[in-house]
């Protein structure tokens, strides 16, 4: 429904209406498909999120979409979603969850992502993206997700986040491709400094002392 001149233009712009194809594939081209205003509502979402709350909803089903719907690694919807405030909800389903969240869209999340998403969720912020998988790594191979605040990675090692100031050390120090490898601990955190402990080194940094990076011989 056109209710204002900014839609109007959009649609002088765009007068094309998206047909079912391309309506039930919302993150793809599909064989005779009319776009038009769907690449605008899912550019639109995916960059600023949704107009409205109800919104929310919707980009959610177009990830749970996007993943394979029912016949997808998510498997089965749940009855219920989490709508913890008009700019971020949550939906569980049989082998994952879908985070939405209005500044960063909506990404699925695996069980064993979840578990530690739920128990770093005041420093991790919102899920920013989706699962990649690392193949052909010098220090084995393993995945990763980024996040507001932080990464989850899984390796051989087990299932850690690195957050704040470690990530960036991590990350200038090569991340997990690099000399330190994949985390092998979660964060341990006294005071304002947390010190995480990796395959070939040790990470200590907080925002008084800056990171300091412990490797080799002075590890013992």
């Known amino acids: 429904n056109i209710r204002n001149n900014a839609t109007a233009a959009l649609y002088n712009y765009t007068p094309y ?24 509502w899912v550019f639109y979402t995916t960059w600023f999120g949704p107009s409205t709350s109800e919104v929310g909803q919707l980009v959610v089903d177009a990830r749970y979409a996007a993943e394979g719907g029912p016949a ?26 879908i985070y939405w969240d209005r500044g960063f ?31 052909g790594n010098p220090n084995g191979n393993g995945s990763g997700q980024q ?10 090692s087990g299932t850690f986040a690195v957050f704040l100031d470690i990530r960036a050390e991590y990350s200038r120090r090569g991340s997990n491709p690099g000399p330190l490898g994949w985390p092998t601990s979660a964060a341990v955190c006294e005071a304002q400094d947390c010190t995480q402990a990796f395959q070939y080194g040790v990470i200590s940094a907080g925002p008084i002392r800056g990171a300091r990076v412990v490797t080799g011989p002075y590890l013992s």
């Open 147 to 156: 996040f507001q605040n932080g990464t989850i990675y899984t390796s051989a």
């Open 17 to 40: 209406t998206p047909n079912a194809a391309a309506l039930d594939n919302l993150y793809a081209a599909v064989p005779c498909g009319s776009y038009g205003n769907r690449n605008f």
């Open 72 to 97: 997808g690694w998510l498997g089965a919807a749940g009855a219920s979603t989490c709508v913890t405030s008009s700019s971020a909800r949550s939906q569980r389903f049989a082998k994952g969850v």
């Open 105 to 135: 869209g909506a990404w699925a999340l695996t069980p064993e992502y979840d578990a530690v998403y739920r128990t770093n969720l005041g420093v991790l912020g919102a899920v920013a993206s989706g699962y990649i998988q690392v193949t």
